[in-house]
């Protein structure tokens, strides 16, 4: 059945319209009969009938002021006008705000089965082609599923080594080659610590694997999740699995995905499953699948030495926040865009610079300022904004404070230019 609303100011014809009509016989269903304009525009505000019947002109919202709205809005409703009025400047509304039927009063009932016979039948052949749409994307969507962990396995187990296979590869995921596809690479380690009792006693290594993966294909809504292997050691104590989050088409490419967010989501879903720890390692990033190629097959728990590990880890934090000191980041910012804890990375910033995280990307933006007062002719107050600092009453207390003297003290001209 399909949603009716019929509006007309006379409670005869109005009656008439809802009672005269099986409208039942015709595939339609009456939810709701209106008086007025005005209350048909607040159902549309919580409903979304299939067609608007209504009477051209009411007391304070007329059929064509619904039938705006409706074009306006684009929402999905078809309008069909009643009208007494033979004037063609209403026909031509009517054409305007593409609406469905343009009916003269007195209407037969003939006439409006007829009528909305034909409505119906258009309606069953958009639901039949829009089912066949929705049909071809699943379809195309789960082909492209199986092609990307069937990738990713190869990609990772060494096999896709050759450029010419790679290539055809990445074709058939129809992957740009100068596109971005974000990608991380990480390691999943699961510790059963009850033995002979919990989810891994009751259900067994298989169930175990397929519940953890399946926890990580829901961590994101904006990544998929593909396994790549398993491995068991200490006779079931420890599973371990290295797997790829693979960023949906339709995600936001500026947003930042933070492995430390997927690590808290894991932890709370995990505390479900009795006697089952979880940890997310993150291995590497990268921006295009062909990229993962180049990793060659990956040992499961091959150990990134820590010396090495914080070194590469303060670099990507040193070199995003050079790149982004001016913007107004904070330390999630830097955390989501390298992947890494906060706490983590304000102990390395630390232990890099001796300062906490604030007081350094505040140092960094004084000298930054500093070198512009001393080599160009800008303005103070445009000096503050490419340092970061809106307020340029704000920017002179933190220069006062950072340096012991006013911007104008660094000035190498003479000419007042800067105050």
Known sequence: ???????????????????????????????????????????????????????????????????KLVMEKHLPVQVVLLSGHREFSYAQSAVEYRVLHYLLKPVSVPKLREVFTAIREKLDMQEQLQNTMLSRRDHYEMLIDHQRQSFVVDALSGTLSNSAVLEERLQLLAVP????????????????????????????????????????????????????????????????????????????????????????????????????????????????????????????????????????SIEQVMSYISLHYCEDITLNDVASAVYLNPIYISRLIKERTGKGFSEWLMEMRIKKAVSQLRHTDLYVYQIAEEAGYRNLKYFYKIFKKVTGKSPNDYRTRKDGKGL
Not at 213 to 231: F, G, Q
Not at 236 to 241: D, E, K, Q
Not at 247 to 262: C, H, M, Q, V, Y
């Open 177 to 312: 080659q100068d596109g971005i596809e974000r990608l991380l690479l990480v390691r999943l380690i699961v510790q059963n610590t009850a033995q002979g009792v919990g989810f891994f006693a009751d259900y067994g290594l298989v169930e175990l694997q397929e519940e953890m993966t399946s926890i990580l294909r829901h961590l994101d809504p904006r990544l998929e999740y593909y396994p790549v292997k398993w491995e068991k050691k200490q006779k079931g104590r420890l599973v371990m699995s290295v797997g790829v989050f693979w960023e949906k088409a339709d995600s936001d490419r500026n947003a930042p995905l933070a492995i430390w967010k997927l690590q808290e989501k894991l932890e709370s879903e995990v505390r479900q499953l009795s006697g089952i720890e979880a940890t997310l390692q993150f291995i590497k990033g990268v921006n295009h699948p062909g990229e993962l190629a180049a990793e060659g097959p990956v040992e499961m728990d091959a150990p990134v030495p820590e010396a090495a590990r914080m070194s590469a």
């Open 1 to 67: 059945m399909y949603s009716l609303i019929i509006a007309e100011d006379e409670l005869a014809a109005r009656r008439g319209l809802v009672d005269l009509i099986k409208w039942n016989e015709l595939g339609f269903q009456v939810d709701g009969e209106f008086s007025d304009g005005q209350q048909v525009l607040a159902y549309l505000e919580s409903n979304m009938p299939d067609i608007i019947l209504t009477d051209i002109k009411m007391s304070r919202v007329s059929g064509l002021e619904i039938a």
